[in-house]
């Protein structure tokens, strides 16, 4: 896998400051039509993805929201992520689900996870593993 194209490659390419192509890149009411197109075929051009995780360190939030699930195999687990999803959608969100695979030590790691990814918000599913719902949640809030 080759080095990833940066707003910095676009920018050189264009000929125009950083800032600029990500305000164009963006949709910003003060760039011009014309820019906005020359750099959104130059970001084409060099297969340029956008790194999310930057977004999300600027926005302070990543419209994402996970679930995690002891199983996914109950017959009522499907119906519920549609629902969940459905509603999370409506929303302008994403959802991501988990599989703790009914351990409690899974379910601490993949909340974890969860926080490191900066989700705005974790569904959890308790294992039949979990007894004490509090010392989940207290260690997410140190």
Not at 13 to 23: I, N, Q, Y
Not at 45 to 57: D, H, K, T, V
Request: hydrophobic share 40%; proline share 3%.
């Amino acid at each position: 896998m080759g080095k990833r194209t940066t707003l910095k490659d676009i920018a050189s390419t264009v000929g125009l400051s950083m800032a600029t192509v990500s305000r164009a890149l963006a949709d910003h009411p003060d760039i011009s039509a014309d820019t906005k197109v020359r750099v959104r075929d130059a970001a084409q051009e060099l297969s340029y993805i956008p790194n999310y995780r930057a977004r999300y360190m600027r926005a302070k939030h990543s419209r994402l929201i996970a679930l995690i699930i002891p199983e996914i195999n109950s017959f009522f687990v499907p119906a519920m992520i549609s629902g969940i999803s459905h509603v999370v959608q409506q929303n302008d969100y994403s959802l991501i689900v988990f599989q703790s695979d009914n351990s409690i030590v899974q379910e601490r790691r993949l909340v974890e996870y969860c926080t490191h990814l900066s989700t705005d918000g974790v569904l959890l599913v308790l294992s039949s593993e979990t007894r004490n719902s509090r010392r989940c949640a207290s260690s997410q809030s140190a």
